[in-house]
């Protein structure tokens, strides 16, 4: 049986899976060969929702 507190910490690594990602992803963008195709999805916005979730969650995770 999974605990709430498997599953904060569960879900915690799936925001730091998600920060690393847009992260990589923000740089790739950044570096592209054809400036003028700039790209659609907002990495830089998905990296910090992601962050401000990690924290909220690490938190939420040590007190239960």
Not at 44 to 51: E, P, S
Request: glycine content about 10%.
């Amino acid at each position: 049986m999974i605990t709430v507190k498997e599953w904060l910490w569960g879900a915690d690594g799936a925001a730091l899976s998600l920060v690393i990602l847009a992260g990589f992803a923000e740089w790739r963008r950044q570096r592209r060969r054809d400036l003028d195709a700039p790209g659609w999805v907002p990495w830089r916005g998905l990296q910090a929702a992601g962050f401000f979730a990690m924290l909220l969650l690490t938190v939420l995770a040590l007190r239960a």
